[in-house]
């Protein structure tokens, strides 16, 4: 126990209990995970206790199933495309925010934040409104669309909170030298935020890829990962769906530990908690 | 510092797109409120308030509306108390170990939600895994029902989903606090306990409030852990707005019942932002 | 590992305060921080009711032994003894010792009033006793009028006095202060040392304080105890350390002072081109010679004991009330001077110092 566990200093008593609790609690985090993970090379499928006939052939008949590869074909464009969108909006936002004064700005802020603390049928359906009223037609760029305008806030975030630790001595050096506004943004504001909008990115894509509440009902013909997931589900369970669920959380894993190691070079400990508070509510 | 035009460059794209895409979509969902279907499933723009005499006429709205919150409350609940001792104990106690416990709390809560929510449908069902695992070592000789197809199981689930959620925003705030207080109160002669009562949880309240709202408004607004284990008695409020989207095509209700929801979280999210003001001290 | 300093702290007089028993014991107290050595058997009495100043600079472990005192760090080896009761098994909540942290660490969500009677509330004491203590307490640190502020509305002196009304309302035996003054002004510093010698003088705790400044601990201790690297240079009262340093360290460290480095051949002792008589064995020695025994020479013979030189003055600093000259004499010789402000401007000086006046000093060596 001790090397889980560092006093508080001097010779005050360490607690048991917390420590079971802590326990405790990444058990319940975990488990579900691991049968998960467990059941998806078990042979009789899924459920049964114990498994037994360990077996690759739900992740072989994975691998030949064409409507989940082309589903993960949807995906990855859409979370590119969510990408560009959520960044391109995001970083002036952020900008805009740190640094302008403008009339309804407090309004702008709040509308940029709420998606990430909104249910996701709340942006979904006010967005299916907008869009029929608009008259277009429900597809890939409808989710798009969803994906990019609900995760700019996740952008923005990151990007704020990088400009916050910006010292602007650095910006006013470089017009003292006679660089002009446009080319101090890209000379010196820009580099300083590489890692935050790095960071952003790479969440961004995450989220997009994991997304179905507001993609629920903003799709058309053509299914993302998680909702081709979603009707198999519907449909029946296989035990393919634990291969696909493993592999999506073994990518989810590496993204996350990536993003972390990059946030924390960033800037302190504490902070990543912030950002990722925003960011994470932004999954459901 | 900077020009206007440089600044109204910069502004005017986000701002655009915001109230294109946010803004607008709400506005409109008041708009649809307002208006009704037509038996030829059309949307007819005739204003009028029949959705909302609808919804507070029909009980079925109320009952599902007030089980929502219920299981929302059970949900912010158990996630409270699993999420804040986890964050006490990482903050004060985990010492070298604080940035790994770390990254295994946050980890879960980047997985899939549906890959989660799946994971639990498998464990919880009659042949799922803890029924079998019950059946096999002999503490019941029969499936046990209500774990599946319940809120039993729509509230386990998403506090396995929200736990995560609650414990980022007390973590920040245990996190902030200078630990020369733990110490001063120490030397003042409070013991741990007493310290934690008088001084660390005061001080993280803020964090509460924010993880309190994150799992209680999210639970509230969720239909897929419904859709995939709540079963008939776990039908949620957004269960309701969904099928109103879909089978039972009536849009204008569903965008009365949406707004109804909207406002209920913006009410939520202010006041708990008036109290998280209230507590704090820096 | 044999400290040598302490034999020199038995061998100066008025070290250990006679009559007065000893509150606080500190035995051979050593603590690492990983490789890093901060203490080495340190072993320190404190008094009933004195105001002892650890002195020493960033790095020397002053703030390290507070703490192991007050129980937020466990020393690797050596005891504590308050009395005849064992102090550093116990944890700090059940120390009769309390502490004014450096920042002061008031807490944000409570009153002034609230922070000064929390002590008392936790002991559980009858709601009107812990009223009136903490009136009286904050009548005596002079923050009536803010009782009911909360910490964030007050500037620093008014927060550091909260502080101390909040540890001295639980009268504690012995009080601690970690640099309590060094986030204060020159000013409001000079006004608060004598604020707090008064306030020790009248409440009649015995204060540890713990300092870099060597001119502060000057003014308010009864006796100062120099720590360098983590070991006891000298313990003694102010004018005994000023006027004897047991080493060059000391001599330094506390005001101005020449060091001269001389050999002792058959009771002469030579330096430079100076040469004056002592009864010391053969060998290398150390002298402290303060700028103000220095002096410009008048006309006439000297006395006996009496050493003179001459010199070159190189800088002349003005300071107010004096002067230090700096004068380089022969064979490399730097002295510096101290005398009372004139407007002369000096060129060619005679330099005269008595033989008495230049202090015999321990070498201080390096330290790892």
Partial sequence: MEFLVSGATGNIPRSRWLLAHAAAVFSFLYLPIAVLILYSFNGQGVGGFPPHHLTLDWYRLLFNDAPIWDSVLN??????????????????????????????????????????????????????????????????????????????????????????????????????????????????????????????ALLIFTLSMDEIAVSFFLIGRDNTLPLEIWGRLRRGITPEINAVSTIIFVFSLVTIVVWYRLRVRAEGGADVGAELIEAGSAKS | MFSRAYKTVVTAPPLVWVTVFLLVPYLLMFCYSFWSVSPAQAIVHSWNLENYKELLQKTVYWET????????????????????????????????????????????????????????????????????????????????????????????????????FTFLPIYAALEHIPRNLVEASHDLGATPVQTFWKVIFPLSIPGVVAGATFAFVLSLGDFLAPLLLGGPSGIMISNIVVSLFGAAYNWPLGAAISLGMLVIVVSLLFFSERLEKKWSFS | MASPITPVIAATPGTRSAAKPALLSVRNVAKNFGRNAVLRNVSLEIAEGEFLTILGESGSGKTTLLRIVAGFETANSGEIWMGSERLDHQPPYRRRVNTVFQSYALFPHLTVEENVGYGLRVAKRPAAEIVQRVAEALVKVKMTTHAKAKPSKISGGQQQRVALARALVNRPRLLLLDEPLSALDANLRRQMQVELKSLQREVGIAFVFVTHDQEEAMVMSDRIALLRSGELEQVATPREIYSRPATAYVAQFIGH?????????????????????????????????????????????????????RGRVVHQAFHGATELIRVECADGLVLVVRTASSSAVHNEVELEFSAADAVLVRESPERI
């Fill in chain 2, 65 to 164: 509306l007030l089980r929502s919150m219920w299981i929302a409350a059970r949900v912010m609940v158990f996630s409270l108390l699993l999420g804040y001792p986890l964050a006490y104990f990482l903050s004060f106690y985990a010492g070298k170990r604080k940035d790994l416990l770390y990254q295994m709390v946050i980890i879960p809560l980047w997985v899939s939600y549906l890959v989660r929510a799946y994971a639990w449908k498998t464990i919880l069902g009659s042949d799922g895994v803890l029924n079998t695992l019950l059946q096999y070592v002999h503490l019941a000789t029969h499936p046990l029902d209500f774990l599946l197809y319940s809120p039993f199981a729509v509230v386990l689930t998403l506090t396995h989903i929200y736990t995560p």
């Fill in chain 3, 257 to 309: 002072t020449n060091l001269l480095k001389g050999e002792v051949r058959g009771g002469v002792v030579r330096c430079a081109s100076l040469a004056w008589a002592a009864s010391l064995p053969d060998g290398p020695a150390l002298f402290s010679l303060r700028p103000e025994h220095v002096r410009l020479a008048g006309s006439g013979a000297s006395g006996n004991g009496s050493v003179r030189v």
């Fill in chain 1, 75 to 200: 995906s990855l464009q859409v979370a590119f495309a969510a990408m560009a969108i959520s960044l391109t909006v995001g970083i002036p936002a952020a900008l805009a925010l740190d640094r302008a004064q403008f009339p309804g700005k407090k309004l702008f802020r709040r509308l940029v934040l709420l998606p990430l603390i909104l249910p996701g049928i709340i942006t979904g359906l006010s967005l299916l409104m907008l869009f029929n009223v608009m008259g277009a037609k429900l597809s890939l760029m409808t989710i798009v669309l969803g994906h990019g305008t609900a995760l700019i806030s996740v952008a923005t975030t990151e990007v704020f909170a990088g400009l916050q630790k910006l010292d602007r001595a650095q910006e006013e050096a470089s017009l003292d030298l006679g660089a002009n506004y446009w080319q101090t943004f890209w000379r010196v504001t820009v580099p300083n935020l590489k890692l935050p909008i790095i960071g952003a």
